[in-house]
């Protein structure tokens, strides 16, 4: 496990006048799940695909514990993102350039655990939404990333699925730990899942707040005890009100 410092001084999109990001410090523990919270367009996947090299047009640095180029990081996508032509199996294996026997049962592991070892031979146009989620949960996993992106993962879910996928990931993440940052515009998904919660401005986006989730792990799925620590936060972070 890896710490993680983002420091962008400026994104600015081609054409645009004013910049996307500007000043925006974060700093990620090793092991740490960090929950990011902005308004949709704020820049959150502006700033996911800056971190992962898919935009290199900023100025700033990342670093990925001592690595400022081509750290290892896993990215979990708004859409599943699989080939259709690929079986389930094939595409986690994507990811590998000459996988090793460790490696093949890593993958195996991450099947069974994510409940999809009966379906590694289906095709995607086989498989629900939830399920192909969970494959792409499965693919960024298997690189075993320094750093593990995902954004909005489960954005087009209905509730009753969301929290399905959700909790198998919370149980992914606390069996074999990586530091992540997960972008989300649903606040108690957030308290959910983060250790701590990063509130974002808009245009530029900037870091406003960083709060300490205090539920206890084992207390996650109380729809309670999330309320009451959302109405904590309305009550002792009134700068926090737009995104509440």
């Not at 935009?55 to 081509?70: A, L, M, P, W, Y």
Request: with cysteine; proline share 5%.
């Amino acid at each position: 496990m890896t710490d993680v410092h983002i420091h962008i001084h400026e994104k600015i999109h081609l054409g645009a006048k004013l910049p996307t990001i500007e000043n925006f410090a974060l700093t990620l523990n090793a092991g740490e799940f960090v929950c990011l919270v902005g308004q949709s367009g704020c820049g959150k996947t502006t700033l996911l695909n800056s971190i992962a090299g898919l935009d290199s047009h900023f100025s700033g640095e990342i670093r990925v514990g001592n690595q400022t180029k081509n750290p290892k990081i896993g990215f979990v996508f708004q859409q599943p993102c699989l080939l259709p032509w690929r079986t389930v199996r094939e595409n986690i294996d994507v990811v590998f350039t000459n996988q090793n026997a460790e490696q093949i049962l890593y993958v195996d592991n991450l099947l069974d655990f994510m409940q999809l070892t009966a379906y590694s031979n289906a095709y995607p146009k086989q498989l629900s939404e939830g399920m192909r989620r969970r494959v792409s949960i499965i693919r960024a996993f298997a690189v075993n990333p320094n750093l593990l992106l995902m954004d909005e993962p489960f954005v087009s879910l209905d509730a009753p699925m969301a929290r399905e996928v959700r909790f198998l990931l919370q149980q992914l993440w606390q069996q074999r730990p990586h530091t992540v940052l997960f972008v989300t515009h649903d606040l108690r998904e957030a308290i959910a899942l983060a250790d701590k919660l990063v509130f974002l401005t808009s245009r530029p986006m900037r870091v406003l707040q960083e709060v300490t989730v205090s539920i206890p792990r084992k207390n996650r799925h109380d729809i309670h005890a999330i309320e009451n620590f959302r109405e904590f936060l309305i009550q002792n972070y009134p700068e926090l009100q737009p995104l509440l």
